[in-house]
């Protein structure tokens, strides 16, 4: 009876002893992981290390340079990640590992120093086979495997095409400035916009278009004298900025006699216009005399009422004397018949 009670004191004792050091591990867990326990020689695993204390400690796990135990090497090291869940200090590390020897190994367990104290984690076996040999034909082997040729990626060309696409342009930008300059042209191969004509001049190109169709021998009427007194309200118009093409003749000759005191130009449209007016609406048939009359007595209110040449200015030779510049009237001015 006696022994028995000295034996449970000597427990409470060990148990006194022994439970703080258990709580101070115990608050302090490292844990160890492999994703792949058995690899063939020269493949890669990672190790998974996770350590798990209170948010107020401060742990410390030293880790190998290159090398978990002989055979067993470390690639890389991951940096540390930490998390904090319910006063948990969570900390999380991968190391990738490799062996280029086959043998079962059993990693040593991993450290963390907890102050003054020291946690040990489990260990963990890592199994590393080699290739399958067969021993009965050693004379048998297999050579070496050709270099595989990698899949076709189009953007892997991406900067070949676009050199070559740019090499091409070059050349051709230099062949056509090299050709457009040996021909006295130029680079640019587009025609600069020609300034408007005239108002006459245009009215003298559109009367001749319209006298070439010889539309009133077709017996056209309304459309030859349609045509011709269109090309004068489109002269008119630019003439002496007014809107010609929607007014009557009425009110043209009106705006024509304030703007031009010319009486004669003034028959001349009058004619023009009161003859097509009758052709249009009163379906008049013109004689042959009226319809070549409407057309000189066109030409000639246009010459009427153009605006005058200025004459330039005299040059003046090296000596300081000056030269009298002669103006030359153009030979194709078309004044015809006269207002009937």
Not at 190 to 207: G, M, N, S, T, V
Not at 211 to 219: S, V, Y
Request: charged share 25%; aromatic share 10%.
């Amino acid at each position: 009876m006696k022994f028995k009670k000295h034996r449970l004191s000597i427990r409470c004792l060990i148990l006194s002893v022994l439970l703080p050091v258990m709580q101070t591990h115990a608050q302090t867990l490292i844990e160890v992981r492999l994703d792949s326990a058995d690899i063939l020689i020269g493949e890669q695993t990672t190790l998974h290390l996770t350590i798990t204390t209170d948010t107020d400690r401060h742990v410390y796990w030293p880790l190998p340079d290159d090398q978990l135990m002989p055979g067993v090497e470390m690639l890389s090291l991951s940096q540390p990640d930490s998390t904090v869940t319910d006063r948990k200090l969570t900390i999380r590390q991968d190391i990738l590992v490799t062996s280029f020897d086959s043998m079962l190994y059993l990693l040593p367990p991993f450290r963390v120093i907890d102050g003054t104290d020291t946690a040990y984690s489990s260990r963990v076996a890592l199994k590393v086979s080699t290739l399958p040999v067969d021993t009965d034909h050693p004379e048998e082997f297999f050579d070496i495997k050709d270099v595989w040729k990698p899949p076709f990626v189009l953007a892997d060309y991406y900067p070949l095409i676009f050199g070559i696409i740019i090499a091409l342009t070059l050349l051709f930008l230099i062949w056509y400035a090299v050709k457009r300059l040996r021909s006295n042209r130029s680079l640019v191969p587009f025609k600069r916009a020609e300034p408007p004509l005239p108002p006459h001049d245009e009215a003298i190109q559109e009367l001749d278009r319209i006298k070439h169709k010889k539309l009133w021998q077709q017996g056209r009427y309304k459309e030859y004298h349609t045509q011709i007194t269109d090309a004068l309200r489109h002269y008119l118009s630019r003439r002496y900025t007014f809107n010609a093409m929607e007014m009557t003749s009425h009110e043209i000759l009106e705006v024509l006699r304030e703007k031009n005191n010319d009486r004669t130009a003034y028959d001349t449209l009058r004619q023009i216009l009161y003859l097509a007016d009758f052709v249009k609406f009163a379906k008049l048939y013109p004689l042959p005399d009226e319809n070549s009359l409407s057309m000189s007595n066109a030409y000639l209110f246009v010459d009427q009422t153009k605006p005058e040449e200025v004459s330039p200015p005299p040059a003046v030779d090296p000596d300081g004397e000056e030269t009298e510049m002669k103006y030359k009237p153009d030979s194709d001015t078309h004044i015809k018949g006269g207002v009937r």
